[in-house]
């Protein structure tokens, strides 16, 4: 979401965005990637070439769960060492195996040029591996082109610590729905970040237009079920000006008119403002403050929204499934 860092290729900033998003975070050591620390250049996506025969052996000697890893950065463009454990490394007999196993696997990702590393940690240098965000490194980037024809290659550039804190914080509420569904017997359907959710639509002037939320979810209160709850997130870090909030809540507005998504899906997913905010007392004002001006806005309206803390907003979407 940032203006000011270039990315890789194929990805939205936040300066070719309709509507701006907010991504930035201050010292929270839950969300986003807090406390970055600026490092020595890794050399991303450098290094002497890897030869097709080269490349057909690290792509056979990858496992399942290798390329599920490959597969999960690649979708969520950054995560850390923390959300893949989360992710991959769940049977294990502790957390501390877990934690061995996953170093271990990411070295060797590492090694392999399937993962770099950002010249940023998380959490400043004392974290060592933990506080590593990686990305999808020369040889890993190789493997998901030839695995998928429609795509090209990246370019990468390191991102800005605002734009990595806003991705990072999106992998964390996606993170965050997995555990309370598997907590409260739920099930996650579908679990979208945003090169994934984006609608492509026409305005009412015949104009075409681009939505881009943060999150697209789909919840069944049990697993099986045929029913599902769908929701549009947005997660908001508190750099961002109110009119830029309700700007994003309009163009929520514009879409919902067109009727395309209820004429595909049935329904139209309630929009959640997740919001944090450097301070507790301005995170509660801004999510006041948003919700008075979509309520007193002719044009939204306010049964469509829910607007929560950013660390309740999982549980509340999952404690909250219900059928009619």
Known sequence: MSDATPLPADYPTESNREQPNPQASGKRTTTGATNTVALPSTGSHTGPRISNRRLEDIRTSLSDRDLAILGSVERYRFLSARHLQSLHFTDHASPESASRTCRRVLARLRGLRILGVLDRRIGGIRAGSEGLVYYVDTAGDRIQRGSTQARTRRRF????????????????????????????????????????????????????????????????????????????????????????????????????????????????????????????????????????????????????????????????????????
């Open 157 to 324: 550039d390191e991102p800005s610590a605002r734009f990595l804190d806003h991705t990072l914080a999106i992998a964390d509420m996606a993170i965050a729905v997995m555990d309370a569904a598997r907590t409260h017997g739920a099930e996650v359907v579908k679990n979208d970040p945003e090169h994934h959710a984006t609608r492509t639509y026409q305005d009412g002037y015949g104009v075409p237009r681009v939505l881009r939320p943060d999150l697209y979810i789909e919840l069944a209160a049990s697993v099986g079920d045929d029913e599902v709850s769908a929701f549009f997130i947005e997660v908001d870090l508190g750099h961002e000006s109110l009119p830029t909030l309700l700007g994003k809540s309009l163009a929520y507005e514009d879409y919902r008119v067109t009727g395309s998504e209820q004429r595909q899906f049935g329904g139209f997913p309630q929009v959640i403002w997740a919001m944090d905010a450097y301070r507790t007392t301005t995170a509660l004002r801004r999510r006041k403050a948003l919700g008075d001006a979509i309520e007193r806005n002719h044009r939204t309206a306010m049964s469509l929204y829910r607007i929560l803390a950013l660390q309740d907003t999982a549980e509340a979407l999952v404690q909250g499934l219900h059928h009619d």
